[in-house]
């Protein structure tokens, strides 16, 4: 097998706006649902790819946030215990 080796894979020229997600979990899985409109989709991850991608995410933000400022959330950020995201628009 060859080291390092690029695979190319077709990305859909749709871009979907993100009205919602939930994220649920057992012992084995992450489950991360979105909501696009009025169509829903299921992704499975490992705990290994939820926390990777968790890790994405907090670097894209933190970078966004150097180039433009800090993204201000309507009512606050949530909280450390996150009991009550839900009230931010998307549910735990």
């Given at each position: ?23 649920l979990f057992d012992e ?30 907090i670097k894209q933000v ?31």
């Amino acid at each position: 097998m060859e080291k390092n080796k690029v695979t190319s894979i077709p990305l859909s020229p749709i871009t979907k706006g993100l009205s919602g997600a939930a994220v649920l979990f057992d012992e084995m899985n992450f489950y991360l649902q979105t909501i696009t409109g009025n169509s829903a989709e299921q992704f499975l991850l490992s705990p290994i790819h939820a926390k990777r991608l968790r890790n994405l995410i907090i670097k894209q933000v933190k970078s966004y946030e150097t180039s433009y400022g800090e993204i201000i959330m309507k009512g606050s950020n949530p909280p450390d215990d996150h009991t009550s995201l839900k009230s931010f628009g998307f549910s735990s």
